[in-house]
């Protein structure tokens, strides 16, 4: 849409890699469970249990307590563990209560895409059940789990938190523990983690890397996140990522250099797994040539690497990098994925928007995004850090590709509105001909605009479309034609595509069934989707979907539920972002509206997780 003035980010918030929670008196409600079955056994060996054996009671593994018992009673060990073992299971699977507040921040973390794990002193059995139990209450489950049975040794030592940090593969200086005993405490501060104690049935005092709550109603994922350092080591942008396709007999190349944050110069990556064909270079370049497989004409297999980043100080962080293999012989690339994106003033709203960036990149696994609004400099940073290619054309028109550019086409100094494409080159036909796609990105003048025409000032089609010719929209979109006419002529042969903002509707959603959608407009033969129409050109969105109200497919916008001038009225929503195609050698596998995190409406924009207005277009397309 339109220019809004700029805002200055303010400094990145520090980063949260994980909490790991405790089980026992933290999450739910069983240090009373434990305390009752040690007293229940105890009566039964003829001891009584007294309030200064907290101690060895809570926060303790069964093994530990058992042996405190045979100590004061005589009995064996083995045989006080078994029934230790047997009653508290008992006591769990029929009373288990959430501690309150655990819920919701356990699914407030999860909204948010923090990992999380139980670290508990308790056996696999009964940390097993309590995961049942909250599953049934609504939670969705750890990414980690590790219990008694686990580790050599258990609080409090350090073993424990310590194992969950090296299955999540984050530093324990980035992580928050979870706590209720002062055993639980000694043993996340021992491995490392910064630690929120909320006792339960014994007192704990604040401390340096310790924050004391009287209830985790009072814990948010905002507050968890202040107690982690600032800068508390290395750390990739994404867990994983998929790199473009390597072909069996042929160097590979890729770089993941560009996506360490929080790092202390100087640093080196290594490879911690990954094939025996695979080099992880110590600058962050990875190559090699995948070896054939031993059956005729096939490739490799698919190689998965784990490459590990040390920094200055020695702390560490991994990335998990999936690289597909073809055979030597193999077909050409057979799937592509291709994102249209405004970056929305190359998201100077957004607080550390060209990490966000990043992320939405990876996380979407595209190959090739045309943008728009790049505000110069987003492009060659993003291919930067990608390890990608990229093709710049003035200061608000760019393509991000896996493969190769072979060759820009258009004007190299468009101005903000307008076009620009390239050819790119995916991969070699068995014959060895090239395969290769021309995309060209768009973006069109914003104003006036069709929807605040028809929603607020009630034009109705007459005027609408003269409204259309009025904004320019219909002269930009012809003039893109005729420069792509060429490449549309032998589309059949080279895929074409085109995307972009277009700040216009589309007249395949202004339906009469979706006319509720639109203000109570029924069909509007609007010019600007009619014209690429006219040109050979299909929407990958309405092909995937065709009923525009089972599906909008709304782009603008995630930002704007009600409209910027403060009057209160909703903002219309509607889809003016595209990804189009033509030729016959692409067929649409799937397409979506991509907005994805922590989303709050302008002007409250700053800590969104999305960092553009615009939702983005992702569309698959197989490859004939």
């Known amino acids: ?47 009584g249990l007294l309030a200064g054996d907290q101690p060895e009671v809570l926060g303790r593994a069964v093994e530990h307590t058992a042996g405190f018992l045979a100590a004061r009673t005589g009995a064996p060990v083995a045989g006080i563990a078994a029934e230790l073992h047997r009653a508290f299971a008992a006591r769990v699977r029929t009373r288990v209560v959430p501690r309150p507040g655990a819920l919701a921040l356990l699914g407030a973390l999860r909204a948010e895409g923090v990992p999380t794990a139980l670290v508990t002193a308790s056996p696999r059995e009964v940390a097993d059940t309590v995961v049942s139990a909250l599953a049934a209450a609504g939670h969705g489950g750890f990414t980690v789990t590790v219990t008694a049975d686990d580790t050599a040794l258990t609080k409090p030592n350090p073993d424990p938190y310590l194992a969950a940090c090296r299955a999540l593969r984050v530093p324990p200086a980035a992580c928050v523990a979870v706590e209720d005993t002062p055993t639980g405490v000694a043993s996340a501060e021992a491995a490392g983690c910064q630690v929120l104690a909320v006792p339960s049935l014994t007192p704990i005092d604040p401390a340096p890397g310790r924050t004391v709550l009287d209830s985790l109603e009072q814990a948010t994922p905002d507050r968890l996140r202040a107690l982690v350092p600032a800068a508390p080591g290395p750390r990739f942008l994404v867990p994983a990522l998929t790199t473009a396709r390597a072909r069996a007999g042929r160097a590979f190349r890729a770089d993941v250099s560009g996506l360490v944050r929080g790092a202390t110069a100087p640093v080196a990556f290594t490879a911690a797994e990954g094939p025996d064909w695979l080099t992880v270079h110590a600058d962050g370049r990875l190559s090699g040539v995948p070896v054939a497989g031993t059956a005729a004409g096939t490739g490799a297999p698919d190689a998965t690497a784990v490459v590990a980043v040390t920094d200055a100080r020695g ?7 999936r690289i597909p293999v073809a055979a030597a012989d193999g077909p050409a690339l057979e799937r592509v994925r ?11 709203h957004v607080d550390n928007h060209r990490d966000k960036q990043l992320a939405v990149l990876l996380g979407a696994d595209v190959d090739i995004v045309g943008l728009q609004e790049t505000a110069g400099l987003a492009a060659p940073e993003l291919a930067a850090a990608l390890g990608w290619f990229h093709h710049r054309a003035g200061d608000n028109l760019a393509i991000l590709s896996r493969c190769p550019v072979v060759a820009a086409l258009g004007d190299p100094e468009v101005g903000f509105y307008g076009a620009t494409g390239a050819r790119i080159r995916l991969d070699e036909h068995p014959d060895g001909t090239p395969q290769e796609l021309v995309l060209w990105t768009a973006h069109l003048n914003y104003t006036p605009y069709g929807p605040y025409d028809a929603c607020f000032d009630g034009l109705s089609e007459p005027g609408l479309l003269a409204r259309e010719r009025e904004s ?10 005729a420069a ?78 009600r409209h910027e001038d403060g009057s209160g009225r909703p903002e219309p929503q509607d889809r003016i972002d595209y990804v189009l195609h033509a030729g016959s050698r692409l067929t649409v596998l799937d397409s979506a509206a991509l907005a994805t995190g922590r989303i709050s409406p302008w002007p409250d924009v700053a800590a969104n997780d999305w960092p553009s207005d615009h939702a983005a277009v992702v569309t698959t397309f197989r490859l004939a």
């Open 338 to 348: 291709v994102m249209s994106w405004n970056l929305w003033q190359g998201g100077s």
């Open 315 to 321: 702390a560490t962080a991994h990335l998990t990098v």
């Open 484 to 561: 792509m006419a060429p490449d549309l002529a032998a589309a059949d042969r080279t895929p074409v595509l085109l995307v972009g903002d277009f700040n216009a509707p589309s007249h395949l959603d202004w339906t009469a069934a979706a006319a509720p959608a639109h203000g109570g407009h029924g069909p509007v033969d609007w010019p600007v989707s009619r014209a690429v129409e006219r040109a050979g050109l299909r929407d990958s969105y309405r092909e995937a979907h065709p009923d525009p109200v089972a599906a909008p497919g709304t782009t603008w916008s995630p930002v704007h539920p």
């Open 1 to 47: 849409m339109g220019k809004r003035p700029l805002v200055i980010p303010s400094s990145a918030p520090a980063d949260l890699q994980a909490v790991l929670f405790d089980m026992d008196g933290t999450l739910v409600d069983t240090e009373q469970l434990w305390w009752d079955t040690v007293a229940e056994t105890a009566a039964g060996l003829g001891y």
């Open 472 to 481: 320019g929209r219909v002269d930009e979109i012809e003039g893109i034609l």
